[in-house]
């Protein structure tokens, strides 16, 4: 598995990539995501984007960000935003290596040291709670004012 940089050659791909039709009440289309992280980029967060390669094939877009906790080890993060897998893919393990591979990115610490990683999820959504929970990372308790769970995977 890789991750690539989403350039003019393959913003289109990435951007008609589809999860299922059951998962389009979890997560919002690769193209609002890429303008979301295109503004937040602009207002001086640090987001990071990929297109997720297995076999020299498209199969999925991983958004994820870097918040040094303004300074402080101990609220310092990355987080996944969003990470989806073409619905053409699912059902192979992509999910779980794309998770693996974005965790030891955030290991490796491109943008700076974090204690945690972190993401959301909608607690409906069982399969990501069980991805996430199989991996290693724990609700903290925490919930976005879109009722969505905030769990954490700490480094």
């Not at 207002?43 to 076999?55: L, S």
């Not at 192979?92 to 700076?112: C, D, N, Q, T, V």
């Not at 990372?137 to 954490?152: C, D, K, L, M, R």
Request: hydrophobic residues 35%; proline residues 2%.
């Amino acid at each position: 598995m890789e991750f690539r940089e989403i350039t003019w050659d393959n913003f289109i791909e990435c951007i008609e990539l589809q999860v299922t039709e059951e998962q389009k009440r979890f997560i919002s289309s690769n193209q609002h995501a890429l303008a979301e992280a295109y503004i937040a980029s602009k207002e001086g967060q640090v987001i990071i984007t990929f297109a997720i390669y297995k076999d020299g094939k498209m199969v999925g877009l991983i958004m994820m960000y870097y918040d040094d906790g303004n300074g402080n080890f101990d609220y310092s993060s990355y987080g996944v935003f969003k990470i989806m897998i073409d619905g053409r893919y699912q059902g192979k393990g992509y999910g779980k290596e794309a998770m693996i591979k974005a965790i030891e990115f955030s290991r490796a610490s491109p943008h700076g040291e974090a204690r945690v990683v972190e993401l959301t999820y909608k607690p409906e959504n069982l399969i990501a709670k069980n991805l996430y929970s199989s991996l290693g990372f724990v609700e903290t308790g925490n919930t976005h004012p879109s009722g969505e769970v905030y769990a954490e995977f700490v480094l």
